[in-house]
């Protein structure tokens, strides 16, 4: 594992991580309210649970390329997008609560994504295209309630 924990405007960052969990974290009092949430790069068999995000960066969670993963009952507001994972094929959204200025969840070009139980508001102030999931170029995806 490669780990930045340093990186200025990051909450937690990380890069390459492999079969392991995130659980219960809350962003430090001492960040700037601009600062991004849970950056995580190329990573695989994530567990992301049980966390409270409230930053005013880009994103609450960001996760590229990361397959097979599970972000389930994190509490995301303040960002520009809530979830951002993009070629995240087979990833599990479920019983999170986001509130985001654009998007609640992105997870374009993904393979078999499943969304259930999310609770998404957005609260765009300006003409951005706002989605609570943005889901595009992505085959065989399941919403549920």
């Known amino acids: 594992m490669k780990a930045k ?12 991580l492999l079969y392991s ?4 974290l809350s962003a430090n009092p001492n960040l700037s309210l601009n600062a991004n949430g849970i950056h ?22 960001y996760s590229p390329h990361s397959p097979n993963s599970l972000i389930d009952n994190n509490s ?14 087979h990833c599990v959204f479920v019983s999170n609560e986001i509130e985001s200025e654009r998007h609640g969840i992105v997870s374009r070009s993904s393979e078999s994504p499943i969304f259930e139980s ?6 765009s ?14 085959t065989n995806t399941y919403i549920g309630d």
């Open 118 to 123: 999310n609770v998404i508001d957005i609260y």
């Open 5 to 16: 924990t340093t990186s200025p405007g990051f909450f937690l960052r990380i890069f390459l």
């Open 125 to 138: 102030e300006s003409n951005v295209a706002s989605r609570g999931i943005y889901n595009t170029e992505s």
């Open 40 to 61: 995580l790069n190329n990573s695989t068999d994530l567990v992301i649970t049980n966390n409270a995000i409230s930053l005013a960066g880009d994103y609450g969670i």
């Open 76 to 89: 995301i507001s303040g960002s520009f997008d809530g979830v951002y994972m993009t070629d995240c094929s």
């Open 21 to 24: 969990t995130l659980n219960f």
